[in-house]
């Protein structure tokens, strides 16, 4: 499928998604949210793929959800956008594949929370972060108030909600907020070699150990590592478990075949 917002690159088994609507600064309008809606289903059934990068065109990431397309809307039109969005979030989160931000400038608003979904998130030196939602009169609407004091603690999140003020991505490294700042020239080089990386690994521990932290942040230590035990039990159902093992006592690199 050919896509207006978006560019999709395929190269080996790392599917680069680039957000490509620099005259509004890659801003979040519902056209672009149905698009990246349609390219995470369309990625999540190629089996060819097993690592995704996302990042943006220009010196934005994502510089919020669409302003001109949100000041008129009602209520309902507001839900269902906000909807949307948390949809398309979910998607990301509980991908099988692990998703890479690669954050090249402005990742405010929708554009922090499409990157807090992320998996990994390496960040250009310039870089600004931040939830600045309160300066329209609205707070965030696609997960902003909820994942953000996950990642960096109630403190820092309320500060950065409620002040609305951005920061640098060495800040935001600081607070837990990314994996790594990187040389803007570097960015795009850096989350490639990492994709390639992941690739390497077994896709079904990828998605295994995805959902265990993500679903295992939100419930009892208890239950959560009860989920583990079951999730570790299953793990020696498959092939890859065998490989994995036999590699090593084989001293070769394992060669996972997603079974
Ligand atoms: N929406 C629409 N257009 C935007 C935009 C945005 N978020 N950000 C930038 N643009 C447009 C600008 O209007 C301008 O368009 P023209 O005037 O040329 O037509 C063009 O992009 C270039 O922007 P600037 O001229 O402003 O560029 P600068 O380099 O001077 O400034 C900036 C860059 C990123 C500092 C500035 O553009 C800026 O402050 N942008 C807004 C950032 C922001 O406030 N983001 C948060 C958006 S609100 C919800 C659902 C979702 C959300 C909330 C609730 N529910 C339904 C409940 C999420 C909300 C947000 O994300």
Not at 73 to 82: D, G, I, R, S
Not at 145 to 162: D, N, S, Y
């Amino acid at each position: 499928m050919s896509y207006k917002h978006l560019i999709l690159e395929k190269k080996d088994a790392v599917a680069t998604i680039k957000i490509h609507r620099p005259e509004a600064l890659n801003a979040l309008n519902k056209d672009v949210l149905t698009e990246l809606t349609v390219v995470v289903k369309e990625l999540e059934k190629d089996t060819n793929v097993k690592a995704v990068i996302l990042t943006g065109e220009g010196k934005a990431f994502i510089a919020g959800a669409d302003i001109k397309q949100m000041k008129d809307m009602t209520m309902l039109e507001a839900k269902q956008f906000a909807e949307q969005g948390h949809q398309l979030l979910s998607m990301i989160e509980q991908s099988r594949l692990p998703y890479i931000a690669a954050v090249n400038g402005y990742a405010l608003g929708g554009g922090c929370e499409v990157m807090m979904a992320c998996d990994i998130i390496l960040a250009s030196a310039q870089a600004k972060i931040g939830q600045p939602e309160t300066n329209l009169g609205i707070h965030p609407g696609f997960g902003g108030t909820q994942r953000l004091p996950r990642l960096v603690g109630i403190t820092k999140a309320k500060e950065l909600l409620l002040t609305g003020d951005p920061i640098d991505a060495h800040e935001a490294l600081r607070i837990g907020l990314i994996n790594k700042v990187v040389e803007p020239e570097k960015l795009l080089t850096e989350a490639e070699a990492l994709a390639q990386k992941l690739t390497q690994k077994s896709g079904i521990q990828t998605s295994f150990i995805k959902a265990l932290v993500n679903k295992g942040i939100n419930i009892d230590l208890p239950s959560a590592c009860s989920l583990e035990i079951a999730s570790f039990s299953s793990c020696f159902a498959t092939e890859d478990q065998k490989e994995g093992m036999s590699a090593f006592l084989e001293k070769r690199k394992p060669s996972f075949k997603e079974k």
